[in-house]
């Protein structure tokens, strides 16, 4: 007899996979905001940032499999969509830009890093203290979030989140003064725009003005790290940074870019790619692909032509007005569908969060303290649906409290 899934799961993955709830789903199919498990039980998705227009989008489905039907190879090929896509791409940026295209947000972080050294001359690299940026050796180097397990490399200094109160910039200025005086030049200053696994922090706009003028300042660049701001989901601009006023040197993108196709990619302003991109050749075998485009293309024309970041400002304005309202949720952050939630401590939110997946609401938790709600539906998250949210998040947190 063949062992339950989990059992071999356990038996033949690495260990280093971890699931998600004290009671594992097992999910069979979605559509829209909503996934249907092995049981045919329905649940309302908060939490799948990698499809902004929804599950199974027929639109980018189709886009996909046409073009899987008629060619997939690479960039040494010419070929229109990925010049197409480009041309959307950029159209959404308030500056000059070229793209180059990954699989993934931690390629494009890789690569960035690699830019800044091969431009500054500089070594040195400063994150936030709850950071994540990928997997490979460099971006793991640079993703404290993972844990004491993983060592930052010792050129990597850490800034303390901008929660209230925090001064962003003094933080940096401090960061880029240690690294010059253990000998290290500044190459770059990497911040995710919402400071996703910080806990989310998105105001007020403009506080990373001057934690941008003092990296430059120092020789360095700034990427902005839009994995998780980015296409819109901050519901008033396309891109994280826009919030802020600022123009980054390098602007790193992946999550939803392909509403679950593996698609990512690295824009940067003309000056600072040219003299990486003269000497070193760049080929990523998948990146790029004329499939991974198609994909990429439909999911930023559903964006636009539905006005899913439109829909993502007045839902989660709504949203967080009414989380706001329940006395357990001590702080409501974020923006459009980019919401923090944050409760007591790491106890009760888990409590939360499992009991909302007990009642089909799914959501996690973040932080460095684990007690923040995460919520971060498919932008085409309805009122109704985020009165079901609330509605269970209240639920919970009842249930929640009523065990302490
Ligand atoms: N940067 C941020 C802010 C992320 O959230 C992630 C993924 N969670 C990454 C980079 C890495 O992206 P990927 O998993 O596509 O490599």
Redo the contacts with the bound molecule.
């Keep these: 007899m063949t062992p339950p899934l989990l059992e071999r799961r356990q038996q033949l993955l690495s260990p280093s996979y971890r699931l998600f709830y004290d009671e594992p789903l097992h999910l069979a199919s979605g559509q829209g905001a909503w996934l249907t498990d092995v049981q045919g039980r329905r649940f309302l998705d908060a939490y799948n940032n990698v499809v902004p227009a929804g599950h199974c989008h027929p639109r980018i489905v189709a886009a996909i499999v046409a073009q899987t039907e008629r060619l997939n190879t690479h960039t040494r090929y010419l070929h229109d969509t990925i010049v197409d896509y480009a041309d959307a791409l950029l159209a959404t940026f308030p500056f000059p830009a070229q793209a180059t295209f990954t699989c993934?947000?931690?390629?494009a972080?890789d690569l960035a890093i690699r830019i800044a050294r091969h431009v500054t001359g500089g070594e040195g690299l400063i994150i936030t203290e709850n950071a994540?940026?990928?997997?490979t050796s460099s971006?793991a180097e640079i993703s404290p979030s993972l844990g004491k397990s993983v060592n930052l490399g010792a050129h990597v200094r850490t800034v303390r989140a901008p929660a209230a109160g925090t001064d962003f910039a003094a933080g940096v200025r401090s960061a880029i003064a240690d690294l010059q005086r253990h000998g290290i030049r500044p190459a770059l200053l990497v911040v995710?725009t919402i400071f996703?696994?910080d806990g989310i922090f998105s105001d007020p706009a403009g506080f990373l003005v001057p934690a941008v003028e003092a990296i430059r300042e120092a020789g360095g660049l700034f990427l902005a790290?839009e994995?998780?701001p980015g296409f819109g989901r901050t519901g008033t601009h396309m891109w994280g940074f826009e919030r802020h006023g600022i123009a980054p040197d390098m602007v790193?993108m992946?999550?939803p870019m392909g509403n679950g196709y593996p698609v990512?990619g690295l824009v940067c302003q003309p000056d600072v790619i040219r003299n990486f991109g003269s000497s070193i050749r760049y080929f990523n075998t998948f990146g790029g692909n004329p499939v991974a485009m198609a994909a990429a293309l439909a999911t930023l024309s559903v964006i636009q032509d539905e006005h899913l970041m439109e829909n993502a400002h007045t839902v989660g304005t709504y949203l967080r007005a009414k989380l706001a309202r329940h006395p357990a949720i001590l702080d409501v952050r974020g923006a459009g569908l980019f919401i923090g939630a944050e409760l007591a401590d790491e106890a009760i939110a888990t409590r939360v969060v499992n009991e909302m997946r007990a009642r089909g609401v799914l959501i996690s938790s973040s932080g460095p303290a684990g007690n923040v709600l995460k919520i971060r539906p498919p932008l085409i998250f309805s009122h109704e649906q985020a009165d079901i949210l609330n509605d269970t998040t209240e639920a919970a947190l009842d249930v929640a409290l009523s065990d302490l």
């Design positions: 993934s947000g931690s390629e972080n994540y940026h990928g997997v971006t995710d996703s696994s790290d994995v998780q790193s992946g999550k990512a």
